[in-house]
């Protein structure tokens, strides 16, 4: 399952509200580009915590798994906890 189209409408609505979704390629550097700064880091990961379970203090949050829509799709593959993530 790809969890890439929720994060992406999530980056859109949050940081980019007047992109079309079409726009944001999912390789595209957030936090490079300056889509994401470090506050907004904190803003993706409360989300990550509240819509697949994801709990910050247990797992690795080293900053390349956030730079891309692709990557951050597969932090939640790897860290959420399986019944989570049908949300």
């Known amino acids: 399952m790809t969890h890439a189209p929720a994060v992406k409408a999530f980056i859109i609505e949050e940081f980019l509200p007047d992109v079309p979704a079409g726009e944001l390629a999912d390789d595209h550097d957030l936090l490079e580009n300056g889509i994401v700064d470090s506050l907004g880091l904190l803003k993706v990961i409360a989300w990550l915590e509240d ?22 799709a597969a932090f939640i ?7 989570a993530g049908a949300a």
């Open 51 to 72: 819509r697949y379970g994801i709990d910050a203090d247990t797992v690795d949050l080293d900053p390349e798994s956030f730079t891309t829509v692709t990557a951050i």
């Open 77 to 83: 593959e790897q860290s959420a906890p399986k019944t």
